[in-house]
């Protein structure tokens, strides 16, 4: 999961993922991180902490880290938050197998008027919320579309 500073969409999308994968007793290997170095090392946005807190998920562990080319090697799939990081992610690939991997992550969810996950960091509790149902649906797909 990919975003621009690791610290809000992502680590929800990973904090979400890796809760219902615990749950389904899965083997699945989650990991977010951001196509720019500004948190590396920071807890996720406090407002996403406790947005995920409020229903249920604890995402206070993750910290911030800066996509590198060899989670290419590391991941199956790369998913990225909005059409930006998804150029920037696909920029630092070395072939067509690599970008082939990266994908918007609101590609499994058909929300109207939405092909990418907006960025709350602006925002109010309501827009961190938002989000936070918009990536419980999109994590409920991808799940789904795994155990296919």
């Not at 996509?67 to 790369?78: H, V």
């Amino acid at each position: 999961m990919v975003c621009l500073g690791n610290i809000c969409r992502s680590p929800m999308a990973e904090g979400l993922l890796r809760y219902k994968i615990r749950q389904l007793n899965l083997d699945i290997e989650t990991d977010s991180a951001g196509t720019a170095g500004y948190h590396i090392g920071s807890k996720p946005d406090r407002r996403m902490i406790e947005t995920a807190a409020k229903f249920g998920v604890d995402i206070s562990d993750l910290r911030g880290r800066q996509f590198k080319s060899t989670d290419f090697d590391e991941f199956d799939f790369i998913f990225a938050m909005d059409k930006e990081n998804e150029v920037n992610i696909k920029r630092l690939a070395s072939n067509e197998i690599e970008r082939e991997k990266v994908k918007l992550f609101l590609m499994h969810v058909d929300y109207p008027n939405y092909d990418e996950v907006p960025d709350p960091y602006y925002g109010s509790m309501k827009d961190f919320e938002f989000v936070f149902n918009m990536l419980d649906d999109a994590t409920d797909k991808f799940i789904e579309m795994l155990k296919k």
